[in-house]
């Protein structure tokens, strides 16, 4: 078979790369593919870089329905636009655009200064989203999110290489590491409007002195250490407490007794609970604990910095650990 030849070759690069070791050098900048301190493997020792720094992401929302309600030459003019006007605003706050995938772009920046130059880049977008494209294009509902985060990125060239015109097409960068998937991840909910299922959990929480720690050297939240411990003590409070509970942490937490004597929870013993619905609305910037961190940090007294501008996001965001800031801010000229 004539697929027999590919498949054979294509084995022996996988093995390749098995066996072939790969090392990585640090940098305060930001590589391209031309970057000699990258390289193939094959055979051969194969060269990566390190980047500690902060990586913005900004994707238009609902592009699919504003390509199914508007002509296909509309949108090739919105794409262009949004495109063309994201990788300028990258440029001026000293980003470098990495990798443009559909409406989506990623921006990627030298280590310094990073937080302040993601944070004014990611201002600059919102406003010229809000203030321009949505003027220009009046008839479109136009919305993009936008999504930060900082950390370790690591930095590899990927592909073949090839002559002629496919060549550009056939090899590129690939960014590994949590930042490139958490800054893609917040842009995902960015300036999105999402309806959320919860549970409204009434209930009698479980006594603290009832339950002994198995540690009595250490105090634990809602265990008692050894001097209050009770073993007469109700396993229930008769005081109540309403809780909120996602639809997994309600499932989860759910359980009756076998005697049939009541519905509990992990939290205690319930007396009656609500299956809810609630619209979430987010900003269109969204940034990790790390970069507004680092935002304060580089700017203790800038307006940007200001914490009303800045709403800490009370629902978790899938795959994000720690805190989520966001914001609507565009620029105010004078």
């Known amino acids: 078979m004539a697929e027999k030849s590919i498949i054979a070759e ?7 790369v098995l066996n072939t070791q790969f090392v990585y050098t640090g940098t305060g900048d930001v590589p391209s593919f031309n970057d000699p301190g990258l390289s193939y493997e094959r055979t051969k020792e194969k060269k990566g870089k390190i980047l ?35 990788i300028k605003a990258g440029r001026h706050h000293g980003g470098h655009t990495r990798n443009i995938i559909g409406d989506r772009v990623m921006i990627v920046f030298p280590k310094s200064n990073c937080f302040t130059n993601a944070v004014k ?31 370790e990125l690591k930095v590899i060239k990927v592909g073949i290489q090839r002559n002629g015109t496919e060549g550009p097409q056939n090899k590129g960068l690939i960014w590994a590491g949590y930042p490139a998937n958490i800054a893609s991840r917040l842009t995902d909910m960015g300036h999105k409007e999402i309806m959320q299922t919860y ?7 479980i ?5 002994r720690s198995i540690f009595p050297l250490f105090d634990f939240p809602g265990i008692a250490n050894m001097g209050s411990y009770d073993p007469s003590a109700p396993f229930y409070l008769s005081t109540t407490e309403t809780v909120e509970m996602s ?48 935002l304060l940090a580089e700017n203790p007294s800038a307006a940007i910095t200001k914490a009303h ?26």
């Open 199 to 205: 549970y409204k959990v009434v209930r009698n929480p």
């Open 10 to 16: 294509i084995e022996t690069d996988v093995a390749d």
């Open 247 to 294: 639809e997994s942490e309600f499932a989860s937490s759910f359980t009756m007794h076998s005697n049939g004597n009541g519905y509990y929870n992990s939290g205690g013993k319930m007396i009656s609970f609500e299956r809810l619905e609630r619209k979430i609305i987010y900003p269109s910037i969204l940034l990790t604990e790390k970069v507004y961190n680092g």
């Open 52 to 86: 500690e720094t902060c990586v913005l992401y900004v994707d238009i929302r609902n592009s699919v329905a504003l390509t199914e309600k508007h002509k296909s030459i509309t949108m090739g003019k919105i794409y262009t636009a949004f495109t063309k006007a994201v």
């Open 207 to 211: 006594n603290p002195r009832a339950i």
């Open 121 to 151: 880049c990611a201002i600059t977008i919102n406003h010229i989203t809000r203030k321009i494209l949505n003027i220009k294009f009046a008839n479109v509902d136009f919305k993009c999110g936008i999504g930060i985060d900082y950390g």
């Open 309 to 334: 501008f800045w709403m800490e996001q009370k629902q978790k965001i899938k795959n994000v650990d720690g805190k989520v800031y966001g914001t609507d801010l565009i620029w105010k000229f004078e």
